[in-house]
């Protein structure tokens, strides 16, 4: 009996309730934790669909990193919840947001079932010179080869909505440490695992970095995991949070779009287009690249998690 079509229709359902109940629940800590379930069950679902490079990543950030990022503004927002629990919109008003919710679906619903059979696709395109690459994981050329300014573009969106997020500081703030200062519980449970997971972390993320340009892998999924690490030493109370005036985190921040756009303009006069590789250096260049940005990446997350900056720099 092939289980497959009862695993893939019982995946859809849940995603679809735990969807529902994230909208419909009206405590906000609640629905921050379906939104976070609702992120790993989508994870799973890429998982169903053979594309494991889509899946890690929603698995850190939908379900990892702006879990923990809502969570905190879960929890910032508490003393106000109590304030505005009793206020609801209009019957229009949600009548209005559910009947754009529903054209958006079917709008969606609409455009999917009528593409052309077979899709319009660049796959054969890919396939063709990808070998031009030295690289194994499509996903990986398409990103850093085939449309490497979007993923420039990305990686400076990064870093911009960081400093929106550092604007929000006040002034006498302004340079200080973002969040609070975690004190350390020498023999506290978080304590143990900011010392256990770490080194493990690390590891996995080198690994996970390094094998991205033949399977699914890469910087983001590296860079996630080293953030991850970084906040549970920090939580723990086993490190404190950068002053975010010093030279080297401005360094950290920029370090991956900076090397990306000077292998992008050097291939100007080495391989006649911006963003172009010379033949036989793609690779190492792709590599090069891809650790700078898992850097930058790694901080820039941390820091967008921990929010702007709140106390002076010696506190």
Not at 62 to 83: D, M, N
Not at 295 to 306: F, G, N, P, R
């Amino acid at each position: 009996m092939n289980m497959a079509p009862l695993v893939d229709g019982s995946l859809v359902v849940l995603i679809l309730a735990v969807a529902i109940w994230t909208i419909a629940v009206r405590d906000s800590f609640a629905a921050v934790v379906g939104y976070a379930i609702y992120g790993l069950m989508l994870a799973l679902a890429w998982v169903r669909l053979a594309a494991i490079d889509a899946a890690l990543t929603e698995a850190a950030i939908g379900g990892g990193l702006t879990g923990v990022l809502l969570i905190r503004a879960a929890v910032r927002l508490r003393p106000t919840e109590s304030v505005v629990a009793g206020d609801s919109p209009a019957w229009f008003v949600k009548a209005l947001a559910a009947v754009l919710a529903g054209a958006v679906s079917l709008a969606l619903a609409v455009v999917v079932l009528t593409l052309p059979e077979p899709a319009p696709t660049l796959a054969p395109q890919v396939a063709e010179h990808i070998a031009s690459t030295g690289l194994g994981n499509a996903v990986t050329a398409v990103l850093l080869a085939f449309r490497a300014t979007d993923t420039l573009l990305e990686a400076v969106v990064l870093v911009f909505a960081l400093i929106a997020v550092w604007s929000l500081a006040p002034d006498r703030f302004w340079g200080g440490r973002p969040g609070q200062h975690y004190h350390l519980e020498a023999n506290g449970m978080l304590a143990y695992l900011a010392r256990l997971l770490p080194p493990l972390g690390i590891v996995v993320a080198i690994y996970v970095f390094w094998v991205g340009a033949d399977l699914p892998g890469g910087k983001f999924q590296a860079g996630t995991l080293l953030a991850a690490m970084w906040l549970l030493a920090i939580m723990a109370g086993l490190t404190d949070v950068p002053e975010v005036r010093l030279v080297w985190v401005r360094i950290a921040l920029v370090t991956g779009s900076a090397v990306f756009l000077i292998i992008g303009f050097a291939g100007v006069p080495f391989a006649g287009a911006f963003l172009a590789y010379p033949e036989g250096y793609a690779k190492p260049l792709i590599l090069i690249i891809e650790a700078a940005s898992m850097l930058s990446i790694a901080v820039t997350l941390a820091l967008l998690v921990l929010g702007p900056p709140e106390r002076r720099g010696q506190s």
